[in-house]
């Protein structure tokens, strides 16, 4: 879905428009997989982005909560709670955790900053789960 306008609606935070957007997939075979394709595809860009420009730096935690928090939004509020919208985005999280854990040619060493992030989510998971 290049130059659909999706990562226009994401970055500008269209919540309604997103809803929209979503409701008309959900009519259309293979749509909300298509739609939530480019949601990933976006969330793992933006994520990319935030540890170039941050590093090991302590502020690359709270730009990564913030990252989190503004795809909860999204799936509360834009998606419905909808399953695979969330599964779709704890995939995302989680792969670029394990990507910038880990950054290529140093595959044991894990940068403290990110851990930390880590920690902080699958806590916050947790409890999810228990709530």
């Known amino acids: 879905m290049e130059d659909s306008g999706v990562q226009h609606i994401l970055n ?8 929209r957007l979503f ?5 259309v075979q293979g749509g909300v997989k298509t739609l939530l394709d480019c949601v990933s595809k976006h969330l793992r860009n ?3 982005s935030i540890v170039n420009e ?12 913030d990252l989190r928090d503004r795809f ?3 799936i509360q509020h834009s998606f419905d709670d909808d399953e695979d919208a969330k599964k779709a985005i704890a995939t995302d999280l989680q792969y670029l955790l394990d990507d910038i854990l880990h950054p290529v040619g140093s595959a044991h060493r894990v940068r403290p900053a ?8 699958e806590a916050a998971q947790l409890a999810d789960r228990i709530l």
């Open 46 to 48: 933006l994520g990319r």
């Open 72 to 74: 909860d939004y999204f």
């Open 54 to 65: 941050h590093g090991d730096s302590v502020s690359l935690i709270p730009e990564m909560m």
């Open 12 to 19: 500008s935070s269209m919540t309604e428009d997103l809803t």
């Open 23 to 27: 409701r008309f997939f959900k009519c």
């Open 114 to 121: 990110l851990r930390a992030v880590l920690n902080y989510i």
